[in-house]
């Protein structure tokens, strides 16, 4: 029984060190995405 417990506990670890480097990836991600747009609109209002 206790064996059973400890991998159901390792399984989630893992699950969970997977479940935030994938959040990290998309935080990167839609940074990169509002700073593209802030930068465009900038671009448009100063290249005139």
């Known amino acids: ?5 400890t991998e159901k506990n390792e399984k989630k670890r893992k ?3 997977n ?3 994938v959040k990290i990836v998309a ?3 839609v940074l ?3 700073a593209a747009a802030l930068y465009t ?3 448009m209002i100063f290249a005139r």
């Open 27 to 29: 935080g990167i991600l």
């Open 41 to 43: 609109v900038v671009y």
């Open 15 to 17: 699950y969970d060190k």
């Open 1 to 5: 029984m206790k064996k059973n417990k």
């Open 19 to 21: 479940q935030l480097m």
């Open 32 to 34: 990169l995405m509002v």
